[in-house]
């Protein structure tokens, strides 16, 4: 039988509303399903501790003074571990103590096994570690390995004429005159010392790249050692034995400096070179240091500067620092003023103008999150010594947004000193002191204790502070915030609580996003483990702002545990809820 062209029209038409309609309850399906709170979650390995624990970033030369020479020490550290312990964290994270001329703050190593005399001896180390262990605390070392400084004596060895031991444990090429491949062409100094060759810089020029070997070496070029060339291997077993020493004397783990970029690859060139090649060999050798800490130390814990969790906790770290990536800025520094590199154009999410886009976050971390969250943990930083301060331009109610969310996502939170008070970003005019260009510079400065001279953090002269205190007359500081009870430093303190206190704010406990759009506020999610359930909902716009969400579980009150008081107006399962401009709400159901 002919069809007429009115009855295949027809049947196109019934054809197209039966497809259309299966594709619509797939989306549904898809929808509420990625919407389900399940309160189910797995527990990634690391140690009992890790679990809902917070983090405390310590910068050592801004911190606290405790001989009046203008820069902070160890002992300074001691001398406000009750005070740290007072914020209610679990455990503190110490930039590098270590030896070093100081091209890079510290980065730049040049003996590892020495604490460097300006910050103390090697006794303060391990009078730290175990003060903070009578307190309850944890201390992690900065394990800084993928270069050292120049003035290593390995590194000065190595850029001697004469052949010796040293000589293949950096990245030499083999004439000076000579091009360098395209992909490695920022990378290569020349004309240090006597050797004929470039060295490979993973940093600054002061910052010569150790050499964990090539992931295939280039057969033109001879100097690309393969990852297992004994020179490489001896390397690496001298750096483990550095690790062991640190650990015996009573460290609890370390954060890993540019960990993703060990092993040298042609296939990402640039930045890329320096934080993530992808590359096996270099997970391979964090393999083998988390099975010496599964041996020798399952309590401590290993961290990586990597931004990338896909490769990071491939059984290689607990947890991953996920913030050089857009999506980090997506939140917090989006535009150029407040990145300070000249990089940046758009809107943060957290900002009161409420210009941002939670998506552009979300879709980056995800991706991240969802083939990782049975690994180990994703790191947000609440600010840290690389990136301008969150208190850049910014006011006390709008960081109190930004620690809620920070202290309610999934895994394992860090704050930078300093950020619980409110410390603001100082001018890019601050003196650009080892390395500290903008925005570093304004984001390192001493903490700030009282009113008194140098806001406490000092009894030195003004001039010889490692970087000037911040000179505005309302310059936050510790003691004024810990007589006020809804200051700060006090509502910090409440929200760090939290972690403890609330079961579905486990590290590792289920992460659901229930209303996430674009260039939309609020910005909402639930956390959940098995029948405990926490929802925040977050408004950092200055604008008042109507959410509407599906919510697959029951429940008969709602209990506030931070923020301000919402209703949640409940039909069927559907949720809507009305937020005033600046505000959030952490709520537990019952
Ligand atoms: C990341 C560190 O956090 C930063 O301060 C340093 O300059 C670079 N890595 C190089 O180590
Ligand atoms: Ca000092």
């Known amino acids: 039988m002919k069809h007429s062209y009115y009855s295949k029209m027809k049947l196109f038409a019934v054809l197209s509303v039966f497809f259309l309609s299966i594709l619509r309850s797939n989306c549904q399906v898809i929808t509420t399903a990625s919407n389900q709170i399940t309160g189910k979650y797995t527990i990634p390995e690391s140690p009992e501790w890790v679990k809902k624990a917070v983090f405390y970033q310590i910068y050592p030369q801004t911190y606290y003074d405790s001989n009046g020479d203008g820069i902070g020490d160890l002992q300074g550290i001691i001398m406000k571990l ?21 091209c890079d703050a510290g980065y730049d190593v040049s003996d590892y096994y020495k604490v460097a005399p300006r910050y103390g001896s090697n006794d303060d180390a391990k009078r730290l570690f175990d003060e903070a262990h009578k307190r309850g605390m944890k201390v992690i070392f900065d394990y800084v390995i993928s270069y050292s400084s120049i003035e290593h004596p390995w590194f000065q060895a190595s850029a ?58 280039d057969t033109n070029y001879k100097w690309q050692l393969p990852t297992n060339h004994p020179d490489i291997i001896a390397m690496r077993e001298e750096l483990k034995k550095m690790l062991r020493f640190w650990m015996d ?24 070179q320096f934080f993530n090649t992808h590359e096996d060999a270099t997970k391979k050798f964090w393999q083998e240091i988390r099975e010496i800490f599964r041996k020798d130390y399952p309590q401590a814990f290993m961290v990586s500067e990597w ?8 059984n290689c770290f607990h947890a991953d620092f996920f ?122 400065t001493p903490m700030q204790w009282s009113t008194a ?56 406990a289920e992460f659901i996003p229930l209303f996430a759009k674009e260039n939309t506020y609020p910005f909402i999610y639930a956390r959940a483990k098995d029948k405990n359930v926490v929802l925040v909902l977050l408004n950092p716009s200055g ?33 809507t809820v009305n937020m005033i401009g600046q505000s959030y709400s952490i709520i537990r159901l019952e």
């Not at 931004?307 to 491939?314: E, F, H, N, V, W």
């Open 82 to 102: 009750d005070y740290i312990k007072s914020l209610g964290v679990d455990a503190i994270w110490l930039n590098p103590f270590f030896e070093s001329p100081f």
């Open 160 to 217: 001697k004429q004469e052949t010796n031991k040293y000589t293949n444990w950096y990245i030499w090429n083999d004439n000076t005159w000579l091009n360098v491949p395209k992909e490695y062409q920022d990378a290569f100094i020349k004309g240090y010392g006597r050797r004929n060759g470039q060295y490979m810089r993973n940093f600054y020029y002061c910052q010569p790249a150790l050499n964990f070997g090539f992931a295939l070496p």
């Open 249 to 272: 004397m009573g460290a609890d783990g370390f954060r890993a400096d540019m960990a993703g970029a060990l092993v040298k690859t042609a296939n990402v060139q640039g930045n890329e």
């Open 307 to 314: 931004s990338y969790p896909k490769d990071a906790l491939q």
């Open 323 to 444: 913030h050089w990536f857009d999506g980090y800025n997506d939140l917090f520094q989006k535009e150029s003023w407040r990145i300070l590199n000249g990089y940046s154009e758009g809107h943060s999410f957290f900002d009161v103008e409420g210009k941002g886009n939670i998506k552009n976050f979300l879709d980056k971390y995800m991706e991240q999150y969802t083939p990782t969250k049975d690994k180990g943990y994703i790191c947000l930083p609440l600010g840290n010594h690389d990136n301008a301060r969150l208190g850049n331009k910014r006011s006390d109610v709008d960081l109190e947004i930004i620690y809620a969310f920070g202290l309610t996502m999934p895994g394992t939170p860090f704050l930078y000193y300093g950020n619980e008070i409110g410390m603001r970003q100082l001018p890019t005019s601050w003196p650009q002191v080892e390395g500290a260009y903008r925005p570093r510079n304004g984001a390192r």
């Open 453 to 508: 001279a140098n806001l406490g953090f000092s009894t030195a002269n003004a001039e010889k502070l490692y970087l000037p205190v911040d000179t505005a007359k309302d310059a936050p500081n510790v003691a004024s915030e810990e007589k006020n009870p809804n200051s700060l430093l006090n509502k910090t303190r409440r929200l760090i609580a939290l972690k403890h206190t609330e079961p579905a704010l486990a590290n590792y």
């Open 543 to 575: 604008k008042n702002t109507t959410a509407e969400f599906e919510l697959n579980i029951p429940y008969s009150k709602t209990v506030l545990l931070a923020g301000k008081d919402l209703k949640l107006v409940k039909k069927g399962n559907k949720i």
